[in-house]
């Protein structure tokens, strides 16, 4: 019974460090996609993404806000259309996502998840969002809840996204933020400092090994292909000869 009868090794990847390094890592800013979930004026998801996006700032990372407004439904349109092109390409222009959607009845919004249903998992040999980080948030116009927070993670799982471990949820939205549209300090706002604060860490950690990480053995053997891990270390060696 300790033969692996059913294991095709020709397209097995033994995991390693050595697979895991760098040769040169990138210096650009971390690029930071940032969706959120309401077209309402006053909308507390569009406020936090914006709270999020000055702290990334802060962090060093280089974002865009995708504007929901005029996104047609799914399948209501060609992938053609103005506002689907602008959110595929802005995806794959980044390396990693924050999602904050608005608690409807239990679940995210359709607002939120339409997006979502307009970024394909491979179209034309390129995946949007395969191996990039992601955070996600929500906010609540009751008490605190997690249901649209893990209602996301099984979106980035879904996804192929690279979830950070914490997570928001801000309760009584309608409380937390001033006239001005800004964040007031608190447990809540702090939260949100620990959440953008790790994604920008695991982004500059997963960016340049997003390739290895999510090269599948299942994928390798029904493409027929060689495993990623040695093709990266022969490139990674060819890099050292060539310099």
């Keep these: 019974m300790s033969e692996l009868i059913a294991l095709s090794p020709e397209f097995v990847d033994p ?49 865009r806000i995708y504007d929901p407004r005029g996104l047609p439904q799914p399948d209501d349109a060609s992938p053609d259309h103005p506002k689907v092109a602008e959110l595929r390409e802005a995806s794959i222009w980044s390396e ?63 996804m192929r996204m690279i979830t950070v471990p914490n997570q928001s949820s801000v309760a009584k939205a309608y409380d937390e933020f001033d006239e001005a549209g800004r964040m007031k300090p608190s447990a809540y706002y ?25 090269d599948r053995y299942s994928e390798r053997k029904s493409e027929g292909r060689s495993p990623h891990g040695q093709a990266y270390i022969a490139a990674a060696q060819q890099q050292q000869v060539s310099s």
Excluded at 107 to 113: C, D, E, L, R, V
């Design 190 to 214: 702090d939260r949100l400092v620990d959440v953008m604060e790790e994604l920008v860490k695991f982004t500059l950690l997963t960016r340049d090994r997003a390739d290895y990480l999510v």
């Design 15 to 63: 995991p390693t460090l050595e697979k895991l390094s760098i040769e040169r890592a990138s210096t650009h800013p971390p690029r930071v996609l940032l969706l959120y979930g309401s077209l309402r004026d006053r909308s507390y998801s569009r406020l936090l993404v914006e709270e999020a996006e000055q702290l990334l700032r802060r962090f060093g990372a280089e974002t």
């Design 96 to 158: 990693g996502h924050v999602w904050c959607s608005p608690e409807r009845h239990g679940t995210i919004t359709g607002i939120f998840k339409s997006q979502i249903d307009w970024l394909p998992l491979e179209s034309g040999g390129v995946r949007p969002t395969q191996g990039r980080t992601l955070a996600v948030m929500q906010v609540n116009a009751g008490s605190q809840s997690f249901n649209a927070v893990n209602a996301l993670r099984i979106l980035g799982r879904w």
